[in-house]
């Protein structure tokens, strides 16, 4: 493929709207997470997915706990994307400043102000590039009635709120 394809493939996927999430799990009890998104199907049981960097902490961390939050973030917690993506010195430090709780179910972090949260026991992993695809079955999930995602889009995030204006 020459390099004008590669530049209209990247730019295609760059029109690919994603909301903006934060993918936690827990490191011998503490608190884990890393910038993500992720993805829903309908089935019974419902089923949510999410890539996973190979190599990555977070990635080693759910293939050995099987569980996996995914946080689906507000306009407001816009600045955690850059947070959870930004490299650690120290388990748990991604956290500090950021309010959460324990989901009832598996006890994964929960972050608080999202549009939508949710816990899941790992059911498949698949190899995806230079990623895994972690697939999910949903145990437990809130969703808030008031609240707008950030959406990642042609290389920027944006509130989904601007789109609808």
Known sequence: MNDD???TIRAGFGRLAVAAAVITTLDDGQAH?????AWAEHATPPLL?????????????VGAVRRFGVNVLSEEQEP?????????PEPGARFSGVPFSSGPVYGIPVLDGCVAAFECEVRDIYPFGGHDIVVGRVAWA?????RWPVIHYDGHLRGLREADG
Do not use: D, P, Q
């Open 33 to 37: 997470g890393c910038t993500g998104m």
């Open 80 to 88: 955690y994307v850059a947070k959870f993506a930004a490299r650690s």
């Open 142 to 146: 809130f969703a808030a009635a008031a």
């Open 5 to 7: 394809g590669v530049r």
């Open 49 to 61: 997915l999410t890539t996973l960097r190979v190599g990555g902490r977070t990635r080693e961390l």
